[in-house]
């Protein structure tokens, strides 16, 4: 797991931080079935639009270990599926639990708000001058203090672009809203108790003075119970990572739970672990713990054979500039070991490239990771999860294949150079790619001794040189 550990121990349900700690080793026979990450705040730090590829690695790495994925969001559903483009899951939560879909954005539970509720709520907010917005499958409607509300959205807010003037107060003739966001101080939702109370709505807040309002009932929590109920899962198998008050629910049923170092404190006292904060990834920490989890207790089970052994990889090493990609099957044993790529001692590959380029050899993975970056390539295998016997490529079985597409489109990768003949056909089996060049370079492998050093200069130097 890379980057600094977050896992905590916990007494009396008061997360501490333990630099230093990975996953208590009791925490890792927690057999998780399924796991529910919040979006924004969690997944998403402000302003970004996209989770990180690591994140998106490993969660693909766990649904092919057969866990579920649940996003959790408190978004409206077609915000919602904006985020989840790029992320991995099996079913998505909207708007605190009010709209459920499932991959694909099929709708799989819808609650909305009455008229009544809806109409005291414009009454309410009316009469006080209170920024009110209502929750649309397309976004956010202002029906109250438009102006207002847009002006009191922070710059990065992910409402901001999907908040829309409804002032005209008619969307909800087509269809009922999920449930609304006002701006209003604790006395003001007080007053609405007062008032308002037998309509059974609930106030969450989100930030200072800032509410979502859904009815009685509604939350994460219940809407994930149907889900893991459907799958025949309990909440003992489930692992939760969230950020804020809507959270809380799913934090404190869940099995294995942790908050955002930076999240609010209700999450905190709820959770049984802190992770870093999203911007520094703190849900890749949360998602490749428990992956590592999943294959300490395989590698702890009974003893397989070896042809049986299906192994999770490691990412890709790229940067925004990367514009070949260098791509060959699975690692070796030993670069498992090292976990990192071309870690046999006498595979070519690392002294090839460093000839070619004009370099020093390089020795440690920081140095191969410099050199790779700093000459605009990237390196990645075209198998994310396989079944293979020892490093012998010709026993590969059950591909899952890693998301070439994906990196193609986040950097400006023009060719993809496949070490070894099995790179090139596994690449071409599995992925298309517009507009990409690809290659078939031989390996350089020390199994492939028919071609000496001198051969393979001269084939890999035609697109590698200085």
């Not at 109409?119 to 917005?133: I, K, Q």
């Not at 604790?186 to 509410?211: D, I, T």
Request: charged share 20%; proline share 6%.
């Amino acid at each position: 797991m890379a980057g600094r550990p977050f896992f905590g121990t916990m007494g009396n349900r008061k997360a501490r931080r333990a630099a230093g700690e990975t996953m208590p080793e009791g925490e890792c026979l927690v057999q998780v079935g399924a796991v529910i990450c919040d979006i924004d705040g969690t997944l998403l730090p402000a302003g970004r639009s996209a989770i990180s590829a690591r994140t998106r690695l490993t969660l693909l790495a766990l649904k092919s270990a057969g866990v579920r994925v649940v996003l959790a969001t408190g978004r409206a559903p077609q915000v919602a599926l904006a985020a989840a483009e790029k992320i991995p899951y099996d079913a998505l939560v909207c708007a605190q639990g009010a709209a459920v879909l499932e991959a694909g954005g099929r709708p799989r539970a819808l609650h909305t708000l009455s008229e009544q509720q809806m109409y005291a709520l414009v009454d309410f907010c009316e009469n006080g001058e209170w920024p009110l917005n209502f929750v649309f499958d397309e976004g956010y409607f202002a029906y109250v203090e438009y102006e207002r509300m847009l002006r009191e959205l922070p710059e990065d807010d992910m409402q901001r672009p999907w908040l829309f003037d409804g002032e005209d107060q008619d969307k909800h003739l087509a269809a009922m809203p999920y449930g609304a966001c006002a701006f209003l101080p604790e006395s003001a939702v007080r007053a609405f108790g007062q008032k308002y109370g037998h309509l059974g709505l609930c106030f969450v807040p989100f930030a200072p003075h800032k509410w979502d309002i859904y009815p009685a009932g509604v939350e994460k929590a219940a809407a994930v119970q149907d889900i893991l109920q459907g799958w025949g899962l309990a909440w003992q198998q489930a692992a939760a990572i969230g950020d804020g008050e809507g959270d809380v629910c799913l934090l404190e049923k869940a099995g294995l739970s942790a908050a955002m170092e930076n999240g609010c404190q209700a999450a905190k006292r709820a959770a049984r672990h802190i992770a870093p904060p999203a911007e520094e990834d703190g849900g890749h920490s949360f998602s490749a713990s428990i992956s590592c989890a999943r294959c300490a207790r395989r590698k702890a089970g009974p003893v397989r054979a070896a042809h049986s052994m299906a192994y999770e990889r490691f990412g890709p090493v790229w940067t925004p500039q990367s514009h070949t990609l260098i791509v060959g099957t699975w690692p070796s044993p030993e670069s498992r070991r090292q976990n990192f790529y071309y870690g046999h001692p006498r595979n070519r590959f690392w002294p090839l490239l460093a000839g070619l380029l004009g370099a020093e050899v390089p020795r440690t993975v920081e140095e191969k990771t410099a050199l790779v970056c700093a000459h605009g390539l990237a390196l990645w295998d075209t198998v994310q999860q396989c079944t293979i016997t020892g490093a012998q490529d010709a026993t590969i079985r059950n591909v899952m294949p890693t998301d070439i597409a994906w990196l193609c489109a986040a950097a400006p990768i023009r060719r993809i150079l496949c070490n070894g003949a099995t790179a090139y056909t596994l690449c071409m089996t599995y992925h298309t790619l517009p507009g990409v060049q690809v290659v078939k370079l031989p390996s350089t492998s020390p199994a492939n001794a028919a071609w000496t050093m001198e051969k393979l200069r001269a084939a890999w130097g035609k697109y590698l040189s200085t």
